[in-house]
């Protein structure tokens, strides 16, 4: 049975499965597979930090003054693009989970790398079929 990490993205689950993995040089999978479980949280999108002019009309962003600074994430999801205004209170937390979500394309790389080899060197473990299905 394939190991399953479940990851929280904007209010969605999205599953991973790690395939049949063989054991030769199973210490670097093992350690890189680790490292995929400790990744929380994850974001998959865009962060932008924008330049913006209030909707206060004696403000200084209105003249020459500095305009104020926001962050927005975007992303998609079922087909469909949104963007969302990040708080202040929440852009460290927005900047961890979308710097955790190129870590994890990252690890997810190097793991399929590896998982290439094995295969083209014949050492892949295939997965236990029930009696009578096909491979």
Known sequence: ????????????YYVIIIGHMSTTGSKKRSTLRKQLSRIDPIMKGSL??????????????????PKHKGMYFSYRYEGTSHTVYIPKGMQEY????????????DLLEKLTDME?????????????TRKGERT
Do not use: S
């Open 48 to 65: 932008a930090e924008v330049k913006l002019t209030c909707g206060t009309p004696g403000c200084r962003c209105h003249a020459k003054g």
């Open 116 to 128: 290439v080899k094995q295969l083209q060197r014949g050492k892949g473990r295939q997965p236990k």
């Open 1 to 12: 049975m394939p190991r399953e990490g479940v990851f929280l993205l904007t209010g969605a």
């Open 94 to 105: 927005a900047r961890k989970a979308h710097g955790n979500w190129k870590r994890l394309k």
